[in-house]
């Protein structure tokens, strides 16, 4: 089992930038695939982006693809998105989420593929 802790959110101008984290409990980080999603109010949950256990394949959403980076530190447990370009369309709670199955785009593109679940950090894009 692990637990997983997001920060980093905030408010920030158009064209600005942020940097998410998510801090994970426990030994075996390094064999988690880790996924980040966004759920604006009133819409349903999305995937943002996905990152390998191993930390040599990532995957992004269209919307964010060029803008945001996933990117994981196993020696310290963490998963990070660095988000680029911010605009209003991007406010929302960002998820992280930790998978322990065999890495897939089709499976880890929707929510129903992952174990566990962070509480969210809250990033809100003025224009």
């Known amino acids: 089992q692990v637990q997983l802790v997001e920060s980093g959110g905030g408010l920030v101008q158009a064209g600005g930038s942020l940097r998410l984290s998510c801090a994970a409990s426990?030994?075996?980080?390094?064999?988690?695939?880790m996924g980040w999603f966004r759920q604006a109010p009133g819409k349903e949950r999305e995937f943002v982006a996905v990152i390998r256990r191993s930390g040599d394949i990532t995957y992004y959403a269209d919307s964010v693809k060029g803008r945001f980076t996933i990117s994981r530190d196993n020696a310290k447990n963490t998963v990070f998105l660095q988000m680029n370009s911010l605009n209003p369309e991007d406010t929302a709670a960002y998820y992280c989420?930790?998978?322990?199955?065999?890495?897939?785009?089709?499976?880890?593109?929707?929510?129903?593929?992952?174990?566990?679940w962070g509480q969210g950090t809250q990033v809100t894009v003025s224009s």
């Open positions: 426990g030994r075996t980080f390094s064999s988690y695939n």
């Open positions: 989420a930790a998978d322990p199955g065999v890495f897939a785009y089709w499976r880890l593109s929707g929510a129903g593929g992952y174990a566990y």
